[in-house]
Nanobody, 116 residues
Framework: QVQLVESGGDLVQPGGSLRLSCAAS????????MSWYRQPPGKERELVAR????????NYADSVKGRFTISRDNAENTVYLQMNSLKPEDTAKYYC?????????WGKGTLVTVSS
């Protein structure tokens, strides 16, 4: 049974930091590209960051470049999103996604709220 379980979401003040984790099971994690998406309230889901299966390449949405870092530990079947200098506009539900054509798996999300 495939599972992606996100954790680490919280209420944080502007300028603060959070680290999200996504624990994977039920598939060969090291063969899948992993991504973080987010869905702000009332808006569509958007790609935040992506990392290739071996971790050799990453890409980011322009809105988070220089502030967020995606990483993975294939030995622990976990992908991370380090979020620094958080802004109120980063408030969203953050989702983990595993993709290897033709399969795509999604987690249920973790809520990040940036507010003073």
């Amino acid at each position: 049974q495939v599972q992606l379980v996100e954790s680490g979401g919280d209420l944080v003040q502007p300028g603060g930091s959070l680290r999200l984790s996504c624990a994977a099971s039920g598939f060969t994690f090291s063969k899948y590209a992993m991504s973080w998406y987010r869905q702000p309230p009332g808006k569509e889901r958007e790609l935040v960051a992506r990392i290739t299966s071996a971790g050799g390449s990453t890409n980011y949405a322009d809105s988070v470049k220089g502030r967020f870092t995606i990483s993975r530990d294939n030995a622990e079947n976990t992908v991370y999103l380090q979020m620094n200098s958080l802004k109120p506009e980063d408030t969203a539900k953050y989702y983990c996604c595993a993709a290897r054509s033709p399969m795509t798996y999604w987690g249920k999300g973790t809520l990040v709220t940036v507010s003073s």
